[in-house]
């Protein structure tokens, strides 16, 4: 069922953006640093291999650790039923157990309708699906699936030590990609490096990084979190990724570009690579581009969830009018510096030209 399911696949191709960094300019900045004979097809089928190796195993443990918690609540649950009945009808300890507690309920609530309709509002509904079914992501799976399965697991501290370690290894990680996109094409404009060092430059990047990420720690930083998280970088980074595809190929040119692969790897590119990036990759990001775009519509407005404690589970809710416009600049500010970029170099060719005397 899943699997029919449009946002599913919309979900694991912006995981798959997410986890090997396209379009936010962290793999070209790194590579820009690379020697003009390295071998980046060789490199490229490694990575992403490795990627996906990581990727199925992280989704083992992920769907582990949903069991292991589900199946304790579940029997949590049961246990404190048990509890329940046992003492609320004096039942003698160890008479009532899960593989005949439904039997034993339909029996009390037919000999004692009365005082079972009392402790009925007290009594969970215990499920195994409803306790599969509560997924989340983003901070709710790692601070609080992931840290209440690890507390009821043998030898807790040494996973927990181990598991807040690999978070801070990941975090650092994509900070790492991230900063180096941000500050090779910046200390590589000659307009910034002319006025201020390296060093300077840096600074400034990781000081402005910082203000922004303290607003994430604030009381609201959660609802600011899923905002960005949600909106910063999905829609607008499929069409980054579709326009860099376009200009490689067919405005660069694909056989400019494999013949500049042969000069580096020595080797001419086969079929397969070829149909990949003038045909199947394209396709597959303007149907995402699609899919996502109808979403939105069938959804009429965009949708957050929330906590309600006096209802004591979230619930969901519509996004402010004040928040729409952030998620509308969040999304047009990477956009919008393809278009604007190109017209101030329309712009600036054409003056370029209009300033040219006529040759006799």
């Given at each position: 069922e899943q699997l029919a399911n449009p946002k599913a696949w919309i979900n694991a191709a912006t995981q798959i953006f997410f986890s090997l960094g396209l379009g936010f300019g962290s793999l070209i900045a790194f590579a820009s640093y690379n020697e003009p004979s390295n071998n980046c097809q060789k490199h490229a089928i490694i990575v992403s291999l490795i990627n996906s190796s990581t990727s199925i195993f992280a989704s083992i443990v992920t769907f582990s650790i949903y069991g292991f918690k589900a199946t304790f609540n579940y029997e949590s649950c049961l246990n404190k039923v048990i509890l329940l009945l046992t003492n609320s009808f004096d039942l003698e300890d160890g008479f009532l157990t899960t593989s005949n507690l439904e039997q034993v309920k339909g029996y009390l609530a037919s000999t004692f309708p009365g005082k079972y309709s009392e402790v009925l509002p007290q009594m969970r509904n215990c499920s195994l699906q409803a306790e599969l079914a509560t997924a989340v992501q983003g901070t709710g799976l790692s601070f609080i699936v992931y840290t209440e399965a690890i507390k009821n697991m043998e030898v807790s501290q040494l996973w927990s030590v181990l598991y807040f370690f690999m978070l801070l290894m990941l975090g650092i990680g994509s900070m790492l990609g991230n900063t180096a996109a941000i500050l090779t094409p910046l200390t590589d404009s000659k307009v910034v490096s002319s006025h201020l060092p390296k060093e300077a430059i840096s600074g400034l990047v990781c000081l402005v990084n910082c203000v922004i990420g303290l607003v994430f720690t604030m009381e609201s930083g959660n609802y600011w979190f899923d905002i960005f998280n949600?909106?910063?970088?999905?829609?607008?980074?499929?069409?980054?990724?579709?326009?860099?595809?376009?200009?490689?190929?067919?405005?660069?040119?694909?056989?400019?570009?494999?013949?500049?692969?042969?000069?580096?790897?020595?080797?001419?590119?086969?079929w397969y690579w070829k149909a990949m990036w003038a045909g199947v990759s394209p396709l597959l990001i303007v149907s995402l581009f699609v899919f996502y775009l109808s979403d939105y519509i069938l959804t009429g407005t965009l949708q957050y969830?929330?906590?309600?404690?006096?209802?004591?589970?979230?619930?969901?809710?519509?996004?402010?009018?004040?928040?729409?416009?952030?998620?509308?600049?969040?999304?047009?500010?990477?956009?919008?510096?393809?278009?604007?970029?190109?017209?101030?170099?329309?712009?600036?060719?054409?003056?370029?030209?209009?300033?040219?005397?006529?040759t006799a």
């Open positions: 949600d909106y910063a970088a999905t829609l607008s980074l499929l069409l980054i990724v579709l326009v860099e595809t376009i200009a490689v190929c067919y405005v660069y040119g694909l056989r400019r570009f494999e013949s500049d692969l042969e000069a580096m790897t020595g080797r001419g590119l086969n969830q929330a906590w309600d404690a006096f209802q004591g589970q979230l619930v969901t809710k519509d996004y402010p009018p004040y928040a729409l416009a952030v998620i509308g600049l969040l999304v047009a500010s990477s956009i919008m510096c393809i278009p604007l970029v190109a017209l101030g170099t329309f712009i600036t060719r054409c003056l370029k030209r209009g300033d040219t005397p006529p």
